[in-house]
């Protein structure tokens, strides 16, 4: 199936209205009622006032909830997110990718055109720099300074022992962060003028999956005679995003991670990923039965035997160079975040 950013009306069914001028954030949401009121209670309180959501066929009462929501437009499709699509970008570029990633792209697009719009998974939280009290800075700054993208590190949080997993989920960004506290303090991310971000760390992810011997395949008897490395089915767990993007002609993302323009070089947020919760378990599972993420979701078949290594060995998330975080200042001092003041 070949789709333009323009075919967005064709292929989606809308409920509600985008409201021009508004600060808007974007989702894409599957079977998420645990996290969802933390998440939408989260980014109220940082200042969005409308939510533009894609429910990709949810039956766990994600889409009732969000119907019931005044400030959320929601769509829904017949094609899940996995479905294989060609896009064809406004350059006339094309690239072979999964409808979810096309919606990305023409949704905010289409029904946001000319305006800076958030995109945020919905176990991803910002944390805004120190002294920002609303994103309403973020969209200043970018109008003011003519910026198309800011970029952020996205930072994986857990708690300290396999423990930590237990108990009810949070449903607070509050609680959050008091049950899953800790944090690499190691940048991540990269970033240099009029260039595309360049991910160089190392996700706490693949730090464990590292530690317990996951996810290293096994040479056929042809590799091994001609020394060849096998390709592993996942490489690495995301590091960055773009989580603030004008959509407009010259403007638009591409993939999950990137844009057709460079974000700025001198801003980068800070993203808490909200990967090792109480709901750590049930995640895999839907993951694995939908097999809608990359490699057909090799990450989470990782990670179900992650938690199987962890739960033989009484495992730990938090190693030494753990942080248990209090403030923004130490995302700035790790060099996860970094935002100058405003000029007089």
């Not at 006339?92 to 289409?110: C, Q, S």
């Not at 305006?115 to 700054?141: C, H, K, N, Q, R």
């Not at 960004?173 to 690499?184: K, T």
């Not at 839907?286 to 993420?293: D, L, P, Q, V, Y």
Request: charged share 25%.
């Amino acid at each position: 199936m070949r789709l333009t950013l323009d075919d967005l009306n064709a292929q989606t069914r809308r409920h509600g209205t985008p409201r021009p001028g508004a600060r808007k954030l974007f989702a894409i949401m599957r079977d998420e009622i645990a996290l969802l009121p933390a998440f939408l209670g989260h980014y109220r309180a940082l200042g969005f006032e409308q939510f533009l959501i894609f429910d990709d066929g949810s039956t766990d009462g994600t889409r009732a909830h969000l119907a019931d929501q005044g400030d959320v437009v929601l769509y829904e499709a017949d094609h899940r997110f996995g479905t294989p699509v060609e896009i064809v970008f406004p350059d006339g570029t094309t690239r072979a990718d999964r409808f979810g990633t096309w919606i990305k792209a023409a949704l905010p697009h289409v029904d946001a055109p000319g305006e800076i719009v958030a995109y945020f998974d919905t176990d991803e939280f910002l944390i805004l720099p120190p002294g920002m009290t609303s994103v309403a800075e973020i969209f200043e700054t970018m109008t003011r300074g003519d910026i198309p993208a800011i970029c952020a590190s996205v930072v994986e949080f857990f708690p300290e022992t396999l423990d930590g997993l237990a108990g009810p989920m949070p449903d607070t960004a509050e609680g959050l962060f008091s049950a899953y506290p800790y944090f690499e303090p190691e940048p991540l991310v990269a970033l240099t003028p009029d260039a595309q971000p360049d991910p160089f760390g190392t996700s706490k992810t693949n730090n464990l999956f590292e530690s317990y011997g996951i996810g290293v395949p096994k040479p056929s008897l042809l590799q091994r005679l001609t020394r060849r490395r096998p390709k592993p089915r996942f490489n690495r767990s995301p590091r960055h995003k773009l989580p603030f993007l004008r959509r407009d002609a010259t403007t638009w993302q591409v993939g999950s991670h990137y844009a057709s323009q460079p974000p700025s070089a001198d801003h980068l947020l800070t993203i808490a990923h909200f990967v090792f919760t109480a709901e750590f378990a049930a995640k895999i599972d839907r993951a694995r039965s939908w097999k809608a993420h990359t490699e057909g979701a090799a990450k989470y078949d990782h990670y179900a035997e992650l938690l199987r290594c962890m739960r033989a060995e009484e495992g730990r998330f938090a190693d030494p160079s753990s942080v248990r975080y209090a403030a923004p200042e130490q995302l700035v001092d790790a060099g996860l975040m970094r935002w100058p003041a405003p000029q007089a």
